[in-house]
């Protein structure tokens, strides 16, 4: 089953807007990461936030977590078409500090940013 | 440096053959990871390998099985090969043990008529 749930499902901006997506989780966690998927091809990371982070930037993306509310958001400022694609947020449970190696995927977002 | 490679691209078997997909991590890295990305259902975890060792395995039947060579590169082979087998088959890889970023290859596309 999916740890993660991701909003919105679908997401339609034009170039130059703000793209904000959320991620809800259920478990204890060592980091949470967020990737980008186009066209069904590989995944390529964009950033990793571990627990004890509530922040972290990455040129124009910004993510922020909140473990007390099992949450994060990825932030895409000034949007571009090609950041059309589709986001996923992935977490890494863990156990008395053990990984289990495992990364949890939402189901993901789908952006599309109109010229 | 290179990325983490698989193969075949693509890979069109039908009902009940075996089929074997390929791994290359990035140079360095031990720990290899195999996730299922069906239509419908997300992506799955398969198969965690470090050092030659299974570490971890997803809710998957045993016809899924694979192995991680000297090398850390890996090979998720899928036995007797049902419809709902079709999907993209994504390799990661990491630095080791400890929680890290993955970083995935191309994946493979297989198709089960």
């Known amino acids: 089953s999916q740890q993660g749930e991701e909003d919105p499902q679908a997401l339609s901006i034009q170039e130059g807007e703000n793209a904000t997506m959320n991620c809800s989780y259920k478990t204890s966690i060592n980091n949470l990461q967020w990737y980008r998927q186009n066209s069904g091809r590989g995944l390529v990371h964009l950033i990793l936030i571990r627990s004890n982070e509530r922040e972290k930037h990455s040129g124009r993306l910004r993510v922020t977590l909140d473990t007390s509310k099992k949450s994060s958001s990825l932030l895409i400022t000034a949007s571009r078409a090609a950041d059309t694609a589709s986001y996923f947020c992935?977490?890494?449970?863990?156990?008395?500090?053990?990984?289990?190696?495992?990364?949890?995927f939402g189901q993901g977002t789908i952006l599309t940013v109109h010229p | 440096e290179a990325g983490v490679t698989q193969s075949p691209t693509h890979l069109i078997k039908t009902r009940g053959q075996q089929a074997t997909l390929r791994c290359s991590p990035i140079?360095?890295?031990?720990?290899v990871y195999w996730y299922q990305q069906a239509l419908g259902l997300g992506l799955q975890f398969l198969l965690w390998?470090?050092?030659?060792?299974?570490?971890n395995r997803g809710n998957f039947p045993p016809r899924f099985s694979g192995r991680q060579f000297p090398n850390y590169s890996s090979e998720l082979n899928v036995n007797a090969l049902e419809l709902e087998d079709s999907a993209l088959y994504l390799c990661?890889?990491?630095?080791?043990?400890?929680?890290?970023?993955?970083?995935f290859g191309p994946g493979t596309r297989l198709t089960v008529l």
């Open positions: 992935a977490t890494d449970a863990q156990a008395g500090g053990t990984s289990y190696g495992k990364l949890t």
């Open positions: 140079s360095g890295h031990t720990s």
């Open positions: 990661a890889s990491s630095l080791g043990l400890a929680p890290d970023t993955q970083y």
């Open positions: 390998y470090d050092e030659g060792e299974e570490r």
